[in-house]
């Protein structure tokens, strides 16, 4: 289905990237994209109201402080509250509003998906929130750096396309509890539409959105307690964050690319569009790691609505030419297929690696042994539990 995909992504290094050779994608039908297209409406037909970000008051066992299943996230959005219902909507704001979310997380959950709260919330099987707080800006900075791990690292979630703020909001809430995140993780939330048509207006808010974000990462840099910024994109979120990186790049802020360490999952970033941003960026001190897999339907789709051009996401790491260039271009593009989906897409992965968060982190950090590599590798969940779940593919090898 993938065959001549990524053929020619990158043929040398970011600093001087020529013509690529001609992608094809596979032709997609318009059954396929209806097929994609009614899959992405039925998962949102039950989709969470404003209401959900409403503290709900649970007993004082489900309550306590010391709750291994309690997780806080901060906030930092750029949508424009709605006074109506209590949460933010998808109009673009002048400036950044902060929050502080603490919420009741379900134990022995054994997947990604989330169960919202309903009017009599159930601890034992929904999420909850049952604090919330807005912020002054100074107030939130101070928390974020409270937040900061041992090792000075601060984590950044940046959410993609369809997504409304509450379901940010609760994916990012998922992700702290399974990565067993000591703090609170910060989510950024641009006004995306929330809606499956909204494709083109939510391509518009995210690069709206360049410089809330650029204010946002600046203000945690500054402090000499952090260390490493984890800027982790997913589909359109991480074409927003190559755009932020590639701004600050440009405009030789090079103490503060030198605490980011940027992942991108499934991103959905045209090809072309990707290599031009490298072209701009330069080799990053940390490398950039690419989450990708050859089955995402969702990259499909937004494929299809781009005339087929390729997307990032969608590398297939068994081409050769893939393997040299992650190489050359001095990235990791990580292979996750084996991870499992719960949105029939193939789109969602991102959030089931969160169990595996600090062999992540390890790698990420130049712990492990080949965290120093840049290249093509696969991620082995099956593995992961007993052993480091990264491998090289192919005939990858230490990059000199």
């Given at each position: 289905m993938v065959e001549g995909y990524s053929k020619g992504l990158l043929e040398a290094g970011p600093q001087a990237l020529p013509e690529a050779a001609p992608l094809r994608l596979p032709q997609a039908t318009p059954v396929i994209i209806v097929a994609i297209g009614l899959a992405m409406l039925t998962g949102c037909a039950t989709r969470p109201s404003p209401e959900v970000l409403t503290p709900v008051l649970l007993t004082a066992a489900a309550h306590s402080e010391t709750r291994p299943d309690r997780v806080s996230v901060l906030v930092a959005t750029n949508r424009t509250p709605d006074g109506v219902h209590g949460g933010f909507g998808s109009t673009w704001a002048e400036k950044l509003t902060y929050e502080r979310y603490a919420f009741s997380v379900p134990p022995g959950r054994k997947d990604t998906t989330i169960a919202y709260p309903t009017a009599?919330?159930?601890?034992?099987?929904?999420?909850?929130?049952?604090?919330?707080?807005?912020?002054?800006?100074?107030?939130?900075?101070?928390?974020?750096?409270?937040?900061?791990?041992?090792?000075?690292?601060?984590?950044?979630?940046?959410?993609?396309?369809?997504?409304?703020?509450?379901?940010?909001?609760?994916?990012?809430?998922?992700?702290?509890?399974?990565?067993?995140?000591?703090?609170?993780?910060?989510?950024?939330?641009?006004?995306?539409?929330?809606?499956?048509?909204?494709?083109?207006?939510?391509r518009d808010a995210a690069l709206s959105s360049r410089s809330e974000l650029d204010s946002l990462v600046t203000s945690l840099s500054s402090s000499g307690r952090v260390k490493r910024i984890i800027l982790f994109g997913h589909s359109m979120g991480g074409f927003l964050v190559m755009e932020t990186v590639r701004d600050l790049k440009l405009q030789h802020r090079d103490a503060v690319i030198g605490k980011l360490a940027v992942v991108l999952a499934a991103p959905d970033i045209d090809v072309d569009v990707f290599r031009s941003q490298l072209k701009d960026i330069g080799t990053m001190p940390i490398p950039i790691s690419l989450l990708v897999?050859?089955?995402?339907?969702?990259?499909?789709?937004?494929?299809?609505?781009?005339?087929?051009?390729p997307r990032v996401g969608r590398l297939d790491i068994d081409n050769p030419v893939i393997e040299e260039a992650a190489l050359k271009a001095r990235i990791r593009v990580i292979d996750i297929t084996s991870i499992k989906t719960s949105d029939g897409l193939g789109h969602?992965?991102?959030?089931?690696?969160?169990?595996?968060?600090?062999?992540?982190?390890?790698?990420e950090s130049g712990k492990r042994s080949s965290a120093g590599d840049v290249g093509a590798f696969v991620f082995d969940a099956a593995g992961a539990a007993v052993a480091s779940p990264f491998r090289l593919a192919g005939r990858v090898v230490r990059s000199q």
């Open positions: 009599k919330p159930d601890p034992e099987r929904q999420f909850a929130v049952v604090e919330r707080k807005q912020l002054p800006k100074d107030a939130f900075v101070q928390q974020a750096l409270a937040s900061v791990q041992p090792d000075g690292t601060v984590g950044i979630f940046v959410h993609g396309y369809n997504y409304s703020y509450q379901e940010a909001l609760y994916r990012a809430a998922q992700i702290a509890a399974d990565a067993k995140i000591r703090g609170a993780p910060i989510l950024f939330s641009w006004p995306s539409a929330a809606s499956v048509a909204g494709y083109v207006a939510d897999s050859k089955d995402d339907r969702a990259l499909v789709a937004s494929s299809f609505i781009a005339r087929e051009r969602d992965r991102y959030a089931s690696l969160a169990k595996f968060g600090a062999q992540l982190a390890s790698f």
